[in-house]
């Protein structure tokens, strides 16, 4: 069966910074590309860091470049996303989702099959 559980959101002030984890299982997690993604009150889901599987390559979405980092551990079957200099504008539901053996489609939603059940992220001004 395979899970993809997130933890680590939370409520934080601008500034601030928080790491998401996402734990999987039920799959082989080198062979994935893992990606982060976020949704807003209102607003689409949207990209926020892939890394890929194989060579680790990380990707991140204008909005957060130089201030997130993600990284994996494959041993752990684990992703995590370091958000610093947190903003208000970054308080969303944060997911985790895993794509097959993907290295350039990793912005797009649909090439993620499996996906979390997303942990909130509030940042308060």
């Known amino acids: 069966q395979v899970q993809l559980v997130e933890s680590g959101g939370g409520l934080v002030q601008a500034g601030d910074s928080l790491r998401l984890s996402c734990a999987a299982s039920?799959?082989?997690?080198?062979?994935?590309?893992m990606g982060w993604f976020r949704q807003g009150i209102g607003k689409e889901r949207e990209f926020v860091s892939a890394?890929?599987?194989?060579?680790?390559?990380?990707y991140y979405a204008d909005s957060v470049k130089g201030r997130f980092t993600i990284s994996r551990d494959n041993a752990q079957n684990t992703v995590y996303l370091q958000m610093n200099s947190l903003k208000p504008e970054d308080t969303a539901v944060y997911y985790c989702?895993?794509?097959?053996?993907?290295?350039?489609?990793?912005?797009?939603?649909?090439?993620?099959?499996?996906w979390g059940q997303g942990t909130p992220v509030t940042v308060s001004s």
């Open positions: 989702a895993a794509a097959y053996r993907t290295s350039n489609s990793y912005r797009n939603i649909r090439a993620y099959g499996y």
């Open positions: 890394i890929t599987w194989g060579i680790s390559t990380a």
């Open positions: 039920g799959f082989t997690f080198s062979s994935y590309t």
